[in-house]
């Protein structure tokens, strides 16, 4: 079965400097997201993105965060200047259509120390 | 703003069991709703989406509803296994062309052999 995959599936980073964290979506799929967990919390929407521009974003994914998708096959997620609350797990996703369902990746789990 | 709640946070059941859980939302102006499963440290497997117009979905020893006017939807596991220990995650879609899916805050099960 396809699957959304994500590198790296742990990052350290010290507070102050940029990540990218990359997943490589289903491959045709159109709708691509970015999710967030902070440990013990809800699963967080981020942002979606369809034909190369955002669609909609939550009030967390403010100018500190960018996404990207530079080749037919990679997604990304950029955070400049990390703070020790952007710790969390990392999800991509994508689906076909607005309307199918999710499918998701394993995860980033990133720790800004 | 939706909100999404699950209930029981947690729940421990022998194995054999047959059991329900609930997730219920208080905008019931929602395009779909998706049953999710993610076990620990990793990603989110998604189990069942039920569109708005729908009553219910299976798919196996799954069974999820879904009574959009009251805001309710139920996952019933029918002879629960120790392979069913995982939390349950329900989401759901407003309707009106947002990508944004919120989450609920997720039902711990364990299934004891």
């Known amino acids: 079965e396809p699957e959304v995959t994500q590198t790296p599936s742990h990052q350290v980073t010290q507070m102050g400097q940029e990540v990218i964290l990359r997943c490589v979506p289903i491959?045709?799929?159109?709708?691509f997201y970015w999710y967030r967990q902070i440990l013990g919390q809800k699963v967080e929407f981020l942002v979606s993105?369809?034909?190369?521009?955002?669609?909609?974003k939550s009030e967390i994914f403010d100018d500190q965060f960018s996404v990207e998708r530079p080749d037919g096959s990679n997604f990304t997620l950029k955070i400049r200047s990390t703070k020790l609350e952007d710790s969390a797990m990392y999800f991509c996703?994508?689906?076909?259509?607005?309307?199918?369902?999710?499918?998701f990746g394993s995860g980033t789990q990133l720790s800004v120390l | 703003k939706q909100e999404v709640t699950q209930i029981p946070a947690a729940l421990s059941v022998p194995e054999g069991e047959n059991l329900v859980l609930n997730c219920s939302f208080t905008?019931?102006?929602?395009?779909?709703l998706q049953w999710f499963r993610q076990d620990p440290g990793k990603g989110l497997t998604s189990l069942l989406l039920?569109?708005?117009?729908?009553r219910e979905q299976t798919s196996g020893r799954l069974n999820a509803s879904l009574d959009k006017s009251s805001g309710r939807s139920t996952l019933y596991i029918a002879a629960s296994q120790p392979g069913d220990s995982a939390t349950y995650l329900c989401?759901?879609?407003?309707?009106?062309?947002?990508?944004?899916?919120?989450f609920g805050t997720g039902t711990k099960l364990q299934v004891i052999p």
């Open positions: 996703a994508s689906s076909g259509t607005s309307q199918e369902k999710l499918f």
């Open positions: 491959s045709n799929h159109l709708y």
């Open positions: 993105f369809y034909n190369n521009e955002i669609s909609e």
């Open positions: 905008d019931s102006a929602i395009y779909n």
């Open positions: 039920i569109q708005s117009s729908q």
């Open positions: 989401a759901v879609k407003r309707i009106g062309g947002y990508q944004k899916v919120t």
